[in-house]
């Protein structure tokens, strides 16, 4: 079936350090993939998503590029602020559109000033 | 944006009793609606999918009998634990989708602790 796996952290970094979550795929059909972002107290958010291979999603700062070749969606920050930590999911889905969503196990990271 | 709303953010109840969680979208028309349950440090795992007025697609190993989801509006969906167990304790989310969008927006999710 179709599965994410992802770093599981947690992580903790400081302020303006370099970010990089590994996130890897199996897929039986053609995935669009998705980071998700959930802040303290607060819902999912959709932070990025790419829908065919070589996509590059970006916002906030945060990039990932889907790997067909690698299967992967690594997500990287160039330099994370406080305001930066949340847990974060990768997931995936299959058919596109409001479909079902498989995610990884997320990963918590915590930025201290 | 697109908010979703849970209600109650957490409950506590005894077991064998039922609990109902309220999901709403406040400021758009879900047509899917789907249930997740996310134990401590994994995923989210889709319990089941619900389209207006229709009976709720389950994934498999979700008791439908023991999980009754009703999704009666465009802007609301519920979930019913039935005959709660401490197994069930666990946190529930929720989130709606609109049409022809590649985007869920979640719920704030509920935690349920069955005592």
């Known amino acids: 079936g179709d599965s994410v796996t992802q770093m599981e952290g947690p992580v903790t970094l400081s302020e303006e350090a370099c970010l990089t979550i590994?996130?890897?795929?199996?897929?039986?059909?053609?995935?669009?993939l998705f980071w998700y972002v959930q802040y303290p107290g607060e819902g999912l958010q959709l932070l990025l998503k790419?829908?065919?291979?070589?996509d590059k999603g970006s916002n906030k700062g945060f990039e990932a590029t889907y790997r067909k070749e690698t299967t992967s969606f690594h997500l990287e920050k160039g330099s994370v602020q406080v305001s930066d930590s949340a847990v974060y999911f990768c997931?995936?889905?299959?058919?596109?559109?409001?479909?079902?969503?498989?995610f990884g196990k997320g990963m918590k990271l915590t930025v201290n000033p | 944006g697109a908010v979703v709303s849970q209600h109650p953010s957490w409950v506590i109840c005894k077991s064998g009793t039922s609990v109902k969680i309220e999901c709403r979208s406040l400021?758009?028309?879900?047509?899917?609606m789907f249930w997740y349950r996310q134990f401590p440090k994994q995923s989210l795992m889709l319990m089941a999918t619900s389209n207006e007025g229709s009976k709720a697609t389950y994934e498999q190993g979700v008791e439908k009998d023991k999980f009754l989801i009703n999704h009666a509006s465009l802007t609301l969906s519920t979930l019913t634990v039935t005959s709660a167990h401490p197994e069930d304790s666990s946190f529930y989310i929720c989130s709606a989708g609109r049409d022809a969008s590649y985007e869920q927006y979640f719920g704030p999710g509920t935690r349920l602790t069955v005592t």
């Open positions: 997931a995936l889905t299959v058919q596109g559109g409001s479909e079902k969503l498989v």
């Open positions: 590994n996130c890897t795929y199996t897929a039986t059909g053609y995935p669009s």
């Open positions: 790419a829908t065919k291979a070589d």
């Open positions: 400021d758009f028309q879900a047509t899917t």
